[in-house]
Protein backbone atom coordinates (compact mmCIF):
# COMPACT_ATOMS: atom_id res chain seq x y z
CA UNK A 1 0.00 0.00 0.00
CA UNK A 2 1.16 3.33 -0.49
CA UNK A 3 2.24 5.60 2.31
CA UNK A 4 1.12 8.48 0.95
CA UNK A 5 -1.31 8.64 -2.31
CA UNK A 6 -2.76 12.00 -4.03
CA UNK A 7 -5.72 11.60 -6.37
CA UNK A 8 -6.85 15.11 -8.49
CA UNK A 9 -5.05 17.41 -6.25
CA UNK A 10 -5.77 21.14 -7.35
CA UNK A 11 -4.49 24.30 -6.41
CA UNK A 12 -5.45 28.09 -7.86
CA UNK A 13 -3.83 31.30 -7.43
CA UNK A 14 -6.27 33.87 -8.72
CA UNK A 15 -7.61 32.20 -11.93
CA UNK A 16 -4.56 30.42 -12.42
CA UNK A 17 -4.00 26.73 -11.49
CA UNK A 18 -0.60 25.99 -10.05
CA UNK A 19 -1.67 22.31 -9.43
CA UNK A 20 -4.42 20.65 -12.06
CA UNK A 21 -5.69 16.82 -10.97
CA UNK A 22 -2.06 15.13 -10.00
CA UNK A 23 -2.51 12.43 -9.11
CA UNK A 24 0.53 9.73 -7.23
CA UNK A 25 1.74 7.35 -4.97
CA UNK A 26 4.86 7.60 -2.63
CA UNK A 27 5.57 4.17 -1.70
CA UNK A 28 7.43 2.92 1.84
CA UNK A 29 11.24 2.97 1.42
CA UNK A 30 11.15 4.39 -2.04
CA UNK A 31 12.80 7.27 -3.78
CA UNK A 32 10.59 9.43 -5.83
CA UNK A 33 11.80 12.68 -8.20
CA UNK A 34 9.66 15.22 -8.45
CA UNK A 35 11.16 17.44 -11.60
CA UNK A 36 9.56 20.11 -13.89
CA UNK A 37 10.50 23.52 -15.23
CA UNK A 38 10.41 26.25 -13.21
CA UNK A 39 7.31 27.29 -12.32
CA UNK A 40 6.19 23.78 -13.03
CA UNK A 41 4.07 23.66 -9.45
CA UNK A 42 6.74 21.28 -7.26
CA UNK A 43 6.78 23.25 -4.11
CA UNK A 44 2.87 24.21 -4.43
CA UNK A 45 2.74 20.26 -4.21
CA UNK A 46 5.29 19.94 -1.34
CA UNK A 47 3.39 23.08 -0.12
CA UNK A 48 -0.03 21.29 0.31
CA UNK A 49 1.38 18.05 1.27
CA UNK A 50 3.43 19.56 4.34
CA UNK A 51 0.24 21.85 5.31
CA UNK A 52 1.49 25.12 4.45
CA UNK A 53 -1.42 25.64 1.55
CA UNK A 54 -4.76 24.48 1.71
CA UNK A 55 -5.41 22.49 -1.34
CA UNK A 56 -8.27 23.65 -3.18
CA UNK A 57 -9.60 19.81 -4.25
CA UNK A 58 -8.49 16.37 -4.64
CA UNK A 59 -8.04 14.01 -2.13
CA UNK A 60 -4.62 12.92 0.08
CA UNK A 61 -4.28 9.81 1.83
CA UNK A 62 -1.87 8.63 3.93
CA UNK A 63 -1.50 5.00 4.47
CA UNK A 64 -4.63 4.00 2.98
CA UNK A 65 -6.57 6.89 5.67
CA UNK A 66 -8.07 9.69 3.95
CA UNK A 67 -6.31 12.90 5.98
CA UNK A 68 -6.92 16.48 5.79
CA UNK A 69 -3.85 18.07 6.44
CA UNK A 70 -4.44 21.84 7.50
CA UNK A 71 -0.82 22.78 9.29
CA UNK A 72 3.02 22.00 9.40
CA UNK A 73 2.36 20.61 12.63
CA UNK A 74 0.05 18.28 11.34
CA UNK A 75 2.09 16.97 8.62
CA UNK A 76 5.05 16.54 11.36
CA UNK A 77 2.56 14.83 13.48
CA UNK A 78 1.82 12.48 10.87
CA UNK A 79 5.28 12.02 9.90
CA UNK A 80 6.25 14.16 6.68
CA UNK A 81 9.22 16.42 6.94
CA UNK A 82 10.82 18.96 4.60
CA UNK A 83 14.49 19.76 4.58
CA UNK A 84 14.38 23.05 2.28
CA UNK A 85 17.38 24.74 0.45
CA UNK A 86 16.87 28.16 2.59
CA UNK A 87 17.18 25.88 5.95
CA UNK A 88 15.59 26.70 8.75
CA UNK A 89 17.88 26.68 11.36
CA UNK A 90 18.72 29.27 14.36
CA UNK A 91 22.08 30.73 13.22
CA UNK A 92 23.08 30.90 16.79
CA UNK A 93 22.14 27.99 18.44
CA UNK A 94 24.13 24.89 19.13
CA UNK A 95 23.20 21.43 16.16
CA UNK A 96 22.20 19.95 19.51
CA UNK A 97 19.57 22.86 20.46
CA UNK A 98 18.63 23.03 16.63
CA UNK A 99 18.01 18.97 16.96
CA UNK A 100 15.77 19.26 19.70
CA UNK A 101 13.84 22.99 18.14
CA UNK A 102 9.51 22.30 18.09
CA UNK A 103 9.94 19.49 20.68
CA UNK A 104 9.31 19.25 24.03
CA UNK A 105 12.85 18.95 25.75
CA UNK A 106 13.57 16.34 28.42
CA UNK A 107 12.87 17.96 31.39
CA UNK A 108 13.68 16.99 35.54
CA UNK A 109 10.13 16.14 37.26
CA UNK A 110 10.56 18.39 39.94
CA UNK A 111 13.11 21.08 39.32
CA UNK A 112 11.87 21.00 35.14
CA UNK A 113 15.41 21.56 34.56
CA UNK A 114 16.65 20.34 30.88
CA UNK A 115 18.18 16.96 31.13
CA UNK A 116 21.03 17.86 28.62
CA UNK A 117 22.83 14.37 29.22
CA UNK A 118 19.26 12.54 27.59
CA UNK A 119 19.59 14.93 25.19
CA UNK A 120 23.22 14.48 24.57
CA UNK A 121 22.04 10.34 24.57
CA UNK A 122 19.74 10.41 22.52
CA UNK A 123 21.36 12.46 19.73
CA UNK A 124 24.77 10.48 19.67
CA UNK A 125 22.30 7.21 19.13
CA UNK A 126 20.82 8.66 15.99
CA UNK A 127 24.11 9.63 14.62
CA UNK A 128 25.11 6.39 15.16
CA UNK A 129 21.76 4.76 13.73
CA UNK A 130 22.49 6.94 10.60
CA UNK A 131 25.75 6.63 10.45
CA UNK A 132 26.50 10.75 10.53
CA UNK A 133 29.70 12.58 11.78
CA UNK A 134 29.03 15.42 13.38
CA UNK A 135 29.75 18.06 16.37
CA UNK A 136 26.58 18.81 17.78
CA UNK A 137 28.32 21.51 19.75
CA UNK A 138 29.00 23.66 17.13
CA UNK A 139 26.10 26.32 16.39
CA UNK A 140 24.63 26.35 13.00
CA UNK A 141 26.63 29.98 11.70
CA UNK A 142 29.61 27.90 12.37
CA UNK A 143 28.64 24.69 10.70
CA UNK A 144 28.89 24.26 6.39
CA UNK A 145 26.23 23.62 4.03
CA UNK A 146 26.45 20.07 4.38
CA UNK A 147 27.01 19.68 7.82
CA UNK A 148 23.46 21.76 8.04
CA UNK A 149 21.95 19.49 5.49
CA UNK A 150 22.68 16.87 7.66
CA UNK A 151 21.54 18.33 11.06
CA UNK A 152 18.20 18.92 9.41
CA UNK A 153 17.74 15.10 8.26
CA UNK A 154 18.63 14.65 11.57
CA UNK A 155 16.22 16.54 13.41
CA UNK A 156 13.51 15.11 10.48
CA UNK A 157 14.29 11.63 12.25
CA UNK A 158 14.02 12.63 15.31
CA UNK A 159 10.21 13.08 14.59
CA UNK A 160 10.21 10.03 13.68
CA UNK A 161 9.86 11.34 10.28
CA UNK A 162 8.34 8.94 7.83
CA UNK A 163 8.31 10.91 4.44
CA UNK A 164 10.98 13.34 3.98
CA UNK A 165 10.89 15.86 1.23
CA UNK A 166 14.46 17.33 0.29
CA UNK A 167 14.08 20.08 -1.94
CA UNK A 168 17.66 20.59 -4.06
CA UNK A 169 19.66 19.13 -0.85
CA UNK A 170 22.76 19.60 -3.09
CA UNK A 171 22.27 23.42 -3.72
CA UNK A 172 25.33 24.05 -2.32
CA UNK A 173 27.36 21.00 -2.20
CA UNK A 174 29.89 19.94 -3.87
CA UNK A 175 30.29 16.42 -5.72
CA UNK A 176 31.94 14.57 -3.14
CA UNK A 177 29.82 15.95 -0.55
CA UNK A 178 26.62 15.36 -2.35
CA UNK A 179 28.05 11.68 -3.16
CA UNK A 180 28.08 11.10 0.68
CA UNK A 181 24.72 12.93 1.04
CA UNK A 182 23.64 10.71 -0.94
CA UNK A 183 24.60 7.19 0.25
CA UNK A 184 22.47 8.80 3.92
CA UNK A 185 19.55 8.88 1.77
CA UNK A 186 19.69 5.49 0.34
CA UNK A 187 20.79 4.14 3.97
CA UNK A 188 17.56 6.19 4.87
CA UNK A 189 15.35 4.41 1.88
CA UNK A 190 16.93 1.18 3.01
CA UNK A 191 15.44 1.89 6.39
CA UNK A 192 11.57 2.13 5.15
CA UNK A 193 11.71 6.07 4.84
CA UNK A 194 10.66 7.24 1.47
CA UNK A 195 12.18 9.76 -0.26
CA UNK A 196 10.85 12.70 -2.04
CA UNK A 197 13.33 14.24 -3.98
CA UNK A 198 13.25 17.50 -5.56
CA UNK A 199 15.96 18.51 -8.07
CA UNK A 200 17.05 20.22 -10.94
CA UNK A 201 19.96 17.86 -11.30
CA UNK A 202 19.71 15.38 -14.18
CA UNK A 203 22.71 13.59 -12.85
CA UNK A 204 21.78 12.95 -9.67
CA UNK A 205 17.72 12.13 -10.41
CA UNK A 206 19.25 9.41 -12.22
CA UNK A 207 21.68 8.63 -9.76
CA UNK A 208 18.74 8.52 -6.67
CA UNK A 209 15.52 7.75 -7.45
CA UNK A 210 13.25 4.65 -8.07
CA UNK A 211 10.64 6.47 -9.79
CA UNK A 212 10.32 10.31 -11.45
CA UNK A 213 7.23 12.33 -11.61
CA UNK A 214 7.80 15.58 -14.10
CA UNK A 215 5.04 17.97 -13.29
CA UNK A 216 4.20 20.55 -16.48
CA UNK A 217 2.39 23.73 -16.18
CA UNK A 218 0.74 22.82 -12.80
CA UNK A 219 -0.09 18.81 -14.78
CA UNK A 220 1.21 15.76 -14.71
CA UNK A 221 2.92 14.87 -17.61
CA UNK A 222 3.95 11.18 -16.39
CA UNK A 223 5.44 8.87 -13.45
CA UNK A 224 8.04 6.68 -14.91
CA UNK A 225 9.85 4.25 -13.56
CA UNK A 226 14.13 5.25 -13.45
CA UNK A 227 15.02 1.96 -15.36
CA UNK A 228 12.71 2.77 -17.85
CA UNK A 229 13.47 6.25 -18.88
CA UNK A 230 16.59 8.47 -19.62
CA UNK A 231 17.19 12.38 -19.44
CA UNK A 232 16.19 12.89 -23.07
CA UNK A 233 12.86 11.34 -21.70
CA UNK A 234 12.63 13.16 -18.78
CA UNK A 235 13.63 16.74 -20.32
CA UNK A 236 11.16 15.88 -23.54
CA UNK A 237 8.23 15.27 -20.44
CA UNK A 238 9.16 18.65 -18.73
CA UNK A 239 8.93 20.99 -21.85
CA UNK A 240 6.98 18.64 -24.82
CA UNK A 241 10.02 19.71 -27.13
CA UNK A 242 12.84 18.31 -28.60
CA UNK A 243 15.89 18.41 -26.13
CA UNK A 244 18.64 21.21 -27.55
CA UNK A 245 22.10 19.70 -26.45
CA UNK A 246 24.13 23.33 -26.20
CA UNK A 247 27.93 22.90 -25.86
CA UNK A 248 29.60 26.18 -25.15
CA UNK A 249 33.13 26.85 -27.10
CA UNK A 250 36.05 27.66 -25.16
CA UNK A 251 38.30 30.54 -26.30
CA UNK A 252 41.23 31.31 -25.52
CA UNK A 253 41.85 34.91 -24.60
CA UNK A 254 45.55 35.96 -24.50
CA UNK A 255 47.56 37.66 -21.74
CA UNK A 256 48.04 40.67 -23.76
CA UNK A 257 43.53 41.56 -24.17
CA UNK A 258 43.23 43.98 -21.82
CA UNK A 259 42.53 43.53 -18.08
CA UNK A 260 39.32 44.27 -16.55
CA UNK A 261 39.59 42.52 -13.12
CA UNK A 262 42.72 41.82 -11.25
CA UNK A 263 43.28 40.89 -7.82
CA UNK A 264 46.48 41.02 -6.28
CA UNK A 265 47.03 38.96 -2.63
CA UNK A 266 44.04 39.88 -1.09
CA UNK A 267 42.99 39.16 2.39
CA UNK A 268 39.50 40.36 4.43
CA UNK A 269 39.40 41.29 7.42
CA UNK A 270 37.76 39.00 8.76
CA UNK A 271 40.19 36.02 7.50
CA UNK A 272 37.44 33.88 5.33
CA UNK A 273 40.06 35.45 2.35
CA UNK A 274 43.92 35.02 3.16
CA UNK A 275 45.42 35.22 -0.08
CA UNK A 276 43.61 35.53 -3.35
CA UNK A 277 45.05 36.56 -6.74
CA UNK A 278 43.73 36.47 -10.19
CA UNK A 279 42.83 38.02 -13.38
CA UNK A 280 39.80 38.50 -15.86
CA UNK A 281 40.48 39.43 -19.45
CA UNK A 282 38.09 41.13 -21.67
CA UNK A 283 35.78 38.64 -23.51
CA UNK A 284 36.71 35.79 -20.84
CA UNK A 285 34.59 33.59 -18.60
CA UNK A 286 36.66 32.79 -15.76
CA UNK A 287 35.77 30.30 -13.13
CA UNK A 288 36.06 30.06 -10.07
CA UNK A 289 36.18 26.41 -7.92
CA UNK A 290 36.40 25.43 -4.13
CA UNK A 291 34.97 24.28 -1.76
CA UNK A 292 32.01 25.18 0.79
CA UNK A 293 34.15 27.16 3.01
CA UNK A 294 36.49 27.63 0.69
CA UNK A 295 36.16 31.47 0.52
CA UNK A 296 34.66 31.59 -3.25
CA UNK A 297 31.44 34.06 -1.76
CA UNK A 298 33.47 36.05 0.26
CA UNK A 299 35.69 36.39 -2.34
CA UNK A 300 33.37 37.47 -4.87
CA UNK A 301 31.88 40.10 -2.15
CA UNK A 302 35.17 41.13 -1.13
CA UNK A 303 35.60 41.71 -5.25
CA UNK A 304 32.31 44.20 -5.34
CA UNK A 305 32.94 45.98 -2.15
CA UNK A 306 30.30 44.41 0.52
CA UNK A 307 32.89 42.69 2.83
CA UNK A 308 36.10 45.08 3.89
CA UNK A 309 40.08 43.94 2.85
CA UNK A 310 42.81 44.28 5.06
CA UNK A 311 45.64 43.16 2.85
CA UNK A 312 46.03 43.42 -1.32
CA UNK A 313 44.81 45.30 -4.05
CA UNK A 314 42.08 45.19 -6.65
CA UNK A 315 42.70 47.03 -10.12
CA UNK A 316 39.71 47.83 -12.57
CA UNK A 317 40.66 48.26 -15.99
CA UNK A 318 44.02 48.62 -14.99
CA UNK A 319 43.41 51.31 -12.48
CA UNK A 320 43.82 50.47 -8.27
CA UNK A 321 40.74 50.86 -6.41
CA UNK A 322 41.59 52.56 -2.92
CA UNK A 323 37.81 51.84 -1.68
CA UNK A 324 36.03 49.14 -2.71
CA UNK A 325 32.07 49.87 -2.71
CA UNK A 326 28.86 49.02 -4.21
CA UNK A 327 28.62 52.12 -5.24
CA UNK A 328 31.81 52.38 -6.83
CA UNK A 329 31.17 48.85 -8.24
CA UNK A 330 27.74 49.83 -10.05
CA UNK A 331 29.20 52.94 -11.47
CA UNK A 332 32.49 50.89 -13.12
CA UNK A 333 29.72 48.82 -14.74
CA UNK A 334 30.54 45.67 -12.02
CA UNK A 335 27.05 43.63 -11.13
CA UNK A 336 27.30 41.28 -8.25
CA UNK A 337 24.46 37.83 -9.14
CA UNK A 338 24.62 37.23 -5.32
CA UNK A 339 24.08 33.79 -3.67
CA UNK A 340 21.36 34.48 -1.65
CA UNK A 341 18.70 36.38 -4.26
CA UNK A 342 16.04 36.52 -2.39
CA UNK A 343 17.27 38.53 0.10
CA UNK A 344 20.28 40.53 -1.48
CA UNK A 345 19.25 41.17 -5.20
CA UNK A 346 15.60 40.97 -5.29
CA UNK A 347 12.85 43.72 -2.82
CA UNK A 348 10.29 40.98 -2.58
CA UNK A 349 7.36 43.60 -1.85
CA UNK A 350 7.77 44.96 -5.44
CA UNK A 351 6.73 43.66 -9.04
CA UNK A 352 9.07 42.50 -11.75
CA UNK A 353 9.19 45.93 -13.01
CA UNK A 354 9.70 47.66 -10.39
CA UNK A 355 13.01 45.26 -9.45
CA UNK A 356 14.08 45.28 -12.99
CA UNK A 357 14.62 48.74 -13.12
CA UNK A 358 15.17 50.04 -10.38
CA UNK A 359 18.88 50.63 -10.21
CA UNK A 360 18.45 51.96 -13.57
CA UNK A 361 15.62 53.99 -13.50
CA UNK A 362 17.61 57.23 -15.06
CA UNK A 363 17.92 55.14 -18.51
CA UNK A 364 13.68 55.79 -18.87
CA UNK A 365 13.89 59.29 -17.86
CA UNK A 366 13.34 62.25 -20.03
CA UNK A 367 14.84 64.08 -17.55
CA UNK A 368 11.32 65.19 -16.20
CA UNK A 369 9.73 62.09 -15.57
CA UNK A 370 9.37 58.70 -15.94
CA UNK A 371 8.80 57.49 -19.52
CA UNK A 372 6.43 54.17 -18.80
CA UNK A 373 6.50 53.31 -22.27
CA UNK A 374 9.97 52.82 -22.64
CA UNK A 375 10.47 50.94 -19.26
CA UNK A 376 7.91 48.28 -19.82
CA UNK A 377 9.11 47.49 -23.45
CA UNK A 378 12.44 47.32 -21.53
CA UNK A 379 11.13 44.92 -19.33
CA UNK A 380 8.99 43.29 -21.62
CA UNK A 381 11.77 42.10 -23.92
CA UNK A 382 14.37 41.05 -21.19
CA UNK A 383 10.78 39.06 -19.66
CA UNK A 384 11.05 37.28 -22.87
CA UNK A 385 14.25 36.76 -23.67
CA UNK A 386 15.22 34.98 -20.49
CA UNK A 387 11.77 33.60 -20.73
CA UNK A 388 9.94 34.49 -17.37
CA UNK A 389 6.70 33.23 -16.11
CA UNK A 390 4.57 35.17 -14.81
CA UNK A 391 1.12 36.58 -15.21
CA UNK A 392 2.66 40.17 -16.51
CA UNK A 393 5.69 42.62 -15.09
CA UNK A 394 3.01 43.88 -12.38
CA UNK A 395 3.19 40.70 -10.56
CA UNK A 396 4.68 40.62 -7.44
CA UNK A 397 7.94 39.13 -7.18
CA UNK A 398 6.85 36.98 -4.59
CA UNK A 399 4.41 35.17 -6.38
CA UNK A 400 7.13 33.66 -8.54
CA UNK A 401 8.69 30.37 -8.06
CA UNK A 402 12.26 30.55 -7.50
CA UNK A 403 13.57 29.38 -10.68
CA UNK A 404 11.34 32.74 -12.76
CA UNK A 405 12.71 34.75 -9.46
CA UNK A 406 16.54 34.11 -10.95
CA UNK A 407 15.66 35.10 -14.79
CA UNK A 408 14.81 38.27 -12.82
CA UNK A 409 18.06 38.96 -11.11
CA UNK A 410 19.58 38.14 -14.76
CA UNK A 411 17.17 40.26 -16.51
CA UNK A 412 17.85 43.18 -14.16
CA UNK A 413 21.92 42.71 -14.07
CA UNK A 414 21.68 42.94 -18.08
CA UNK A 415 19.63 46.01 -17.82
CA UNK A 416 22.56 47.77 -16.65
CA UNK A 417 24.86 47.01 -19.45
CA UNK A 418 27.82 45.62 -17.20
CA UNK A 419 31.47 44.94 -17.64
CA UNK A 420 32.05 42.84 -15.93
CA UNK A 421 29.50 39.91 -13.99
CA UNK A 422 30.76 38.83 -10.49
CA UNK A 423 28.35 35.33 -10.75
CA UNK A 424 27.49 33.43 -7.45
CA UNK A 425 26.09 29.83 -8.06
CA UNK A 426 23.95 31.96 -10.70
CA UNK A 427 22.38 28.45 -12.42
CA UNK A 428 21.22 27.13 -8.63
CA UNK A 429 17.67 26.07 -8.71
CA UNK A 430 16.78 26.73 -12.15
CA UNK A 431 15.77 24.00 -14.53
CA UNK A 432 17.96 22.54 -16.94
CA UNK A 433 16.65 24.48 -20.12
CA UNK A 434 17.28 28.06 -17.97
CA UNK A 435 20.86 26.85 -17.37
CA UNK A 436 21.75 25.86 -20.72
CA UNK A 437 20.14 29.83 -21.46
CA UNK A 438 21.82 31.73 -18.61
CA UNK A 439 25.72 30.52 -20.31
CA UNK A 440 24.26 30.89 -23.80
CA UNK A 441 23.82 34.57 -22.32
CA UNK A 442 26.59 35.01 -20.53
CA UNK A 443 28.90 33.76 -23.32
CA UNK A 444 26.91 36.40 -25.44
CA UNK A 445 28.08 39.00 -23.39
CA UNK A 446 31.18 37.88 -22.98
CA UNK A 447 31.55 37.62 -26.62
CA UNK A 448 30.69 41.60 -26.72
CA UNK A 449 33.69 42.32 -24.72
CA UNK A 450 32.30 42.05 -21.41
CA UNK A 451 33.95 39.59 -18.96
CA UNK A 452 32.52 36.97 -15.87
CA UNK A 453 33.82 35.88 -12.67
CA UNK A 454 31.79 32.74 -11.97
CA UNK A 455 31.42 31.03 -8.73
CA UNK A 456 29.55 27.55 -8.73
CA UNK A 457 29.95 24.48 -6.21
CA UNK A 458 28.83 22.44 -9.00
CA UNK A 459 32.35 21.61 -11.03
CA UNK A 460 30.29 20.38 -14.34
CA UNK A 461 28.35 23.74 -14.29
CA UNK A 462 31.93 25.52 -14.09
CA UNK A 463 33.57 23.05 -16.31
CA UNK A 464 31.08 24.18 -19.26
CA UNK A 465 31.02 27.08 -18.98
CA UNK A 466 34.71 28.92 -18.18
CA UNK A 467 37.66 29.77 -20.52
CA UNK A 468 39.89 29.17 -17.44
CA UNK A 469 39.59 28.06 -13.72
CA UNK A 470 40.98 28.98 -10.27
CA UNK A 471 41.02 26.61 -7.83
CA UNK A 472 40.37 28.30 -4.28
CA UNK A 473 41.64 26.39 -1.27
CA UNK A 474 41.04 28.01 2.48
CA UNK A 475 41.05 31.43 1.12
CA UNK A 476 44.13 31.12 -0.91
CA UNK A 477 43.92 31.02 -4.79
CA UNK A 478 46.00 27.82 -5.25
CA UNK A 479 46.09 26.63 -8.91
CA UNK A 480 45.15 28.05 -12.53
CA UNK A 481 43.87 26.08 -15.43
CA UNK A 482 43.17 26.50 -19.19
CA UNK A 483 39.80 24.58 -19.83
CA UNK A 484 41.25 22.98 -22.43
CA UNK A 485 41.39 19.46 -21.07
CA UNK A 486 41.36 19.93 -17.48
CA UNK A 487 39.42 17.04 -16.00
CA UNK A 488 36.73 17.22 -12.54
CA UNK A 489 39.28 14.72 -10.78
CA UNK A 490 42.92 16.88 -11.21
CA UNK A 491 40.68 20.23 -9.45
CA UNK A 492 38.96 18.00 -7.20
CA UNK A 493 42.53 16.37 -6.32
CA UNK A 494 43.80 19.45 -5.46
CA UNK A 495 40.65 20.68 -3.14
CA UNK A 496 40.72 17.51 -1.18
CA UNK A 497 44.67 17.00 -1.25
CA UNK A 498 45.45 20.79 0.18
CA UNK A 499 44.02 20.59 3.59
CA UNK A 500 42.39 17.16 5.64
CA UNK A 501 40.29 20.12 7.15
CA UNK A 502 37.74 20.63 5.01
CA UNK A 503 36.84 16.72 4.95
CA UNK A 504 33.32 17.10 4.40
CA UNK A 505 31.46 15.48 8.38
CA UNK A 506 29.92 12.39 7.04
CA UNK A 507 30.45 8.91 8.44
N1 LIG B 1 1.75 32.77 -3.55
C1 LIG B 1 1.54 32.74 -4.88
N2 LIG B 1 0.73 33.62 -5.50
C2 LIG B 1 0.51 33.55 -6.83
N3 LIG B 1 1.08 32.65 -7.65
C3 LIG B 1 1.92 31.74 -7.09
C4 LIG B 1 2.20 31.73 -5.68
N4 LIG B 1 3.06 30.71 -5.43
C5 LIG B 1 3.31 30.11 -6.61
N5 LIG B 1 2.62 30.72 -7.60
C6 LIG B 1 2.63 30.36 -9.04
O1 LIG B 1 2.37 28.96 -9.14
C7 LIG B 1 3.16 28.38 -10.17
C8 LIG B 1 3.95 27.19 -9.62
O2 LIG B 1 4.97 27.68 -8.79
P1 LIG B 1 5.93 26.74 -7.92
O3 LIG B 1 6.69 27.62 -6.98
O4 LIG B 1 5.13 25.62 -7.35
O5 LIG B 1 6.90 26.17 -9.06
P2 LIG B 1 8.21 25.24 -8.94
O6 LIG B 1 7.97 24.06 -9.84
O7 LIG B 1 8.50 24.94 -7.52
O8 LIG B 1 9.32 26.16 -9.60
P3 LIG B 1 10.92 26.36 -9.27
O9 LIG B 1 11.63 25.20 -9.86
O10 LIG B 1 11.24 27.61 -10.00
O11 LIG B 1 11.06 26.49 -7.78
C9 LIG B 1 4.03 29.50 -10.73
O12 LIG B 1 3.44 29.99 -11.90
C10 LIG B 1 4.02 30.57 -9.62
O13 LIG B 1 4.16 31.86 -10.16
Known amino acids: MALLEVQELEKKFGPHYALSKISLQIYPGEIHALVGENGAGKSTFIKIITGVYPQDGGRIFWSGKQEMISSPKAARELGINVVHQDRHLIPSFTGLENLFLGTDYPKRKLTRGILWSEMRQKAEKLKENLGIEIDLRKTAMEMSPPEKTLLEIMRAMMMNCRLLILDEPTASLTDKESELL ?73 SSASSVLKVENVATKD ?55 PRHSLDSGVILIPEERRSDALIMGMSIRENMTLPVLKQFSNGLKITDRKEKSEVAKWMEYM ?84 VLHDGVTVAEFINDDVTPDQILQICYNKGKESEPAYG
Open 182 to 254: FQLIHKLASQGTSIVYVSHRMDEIFRLADRITVLRNGQLAGTVNKSEADKEMIIRLMTNAEVKNSIIEKKFVP
Open 271 to 325: GKVKKASLNVRQGEIVGLFGLAGSGRTELLEAIYGTRPIEKGEVHLSNKRVHKLS
Open 387 to 470: NVKASSSEQPIHELSGGNQQKVVFAKALLSNPVLFLCDEPTQAVDVMTRDEIHRLLKEQADKQCCVLYVSSDLKDVLDISDRIY
